[in-house]
């Protein structure tokens, strides 16, 4: 679905879906922007810069809630990344 402003600064409604936790209406923004901000990066200063800036997040992020950090340290040692990497990659 293609957005076609009626204005130059018309910024679309996000999707009108109710669903609950991490993919709440806010967080599904919040996690797009970051996405598309992290693509734009790779493409502008290249893979690396990249990876560098989402390590120094994560750094500072993690000093500023260590709850936080350990609680999604926790939750990842009981998720399998790369069958969530073959999962999206193959998705169509």
Do not use: C, W
Not at 10 to 37: D, R, V, W, Y
């Amino acid at each position: 679905m293609d957005f076609q402003p009626e204005h130059k600064n018309q910024i679309p409604e996000p999707a009108q879906t109710q669903t609950q936790g991490i993919f709440s209406k806010g967080n599904t923004i919040a996690i797009f922007t970051m996405l598309s901000i992290l693509v734009t990066m790779k493409e502008q200063l290249g893979l690396e810069a990249m990876l560098e800036y989402v390590e120094k997040y994560l750094t500072i992020m993690g000093g500023q809630n260590p709850r936080m950090k350990y609680a999604v340290k926790y939750a990842l040692s009981l998720m399998s990344v790369e069958k969530m990497y073959h999962d999206a990659i193959t998705k169509t």
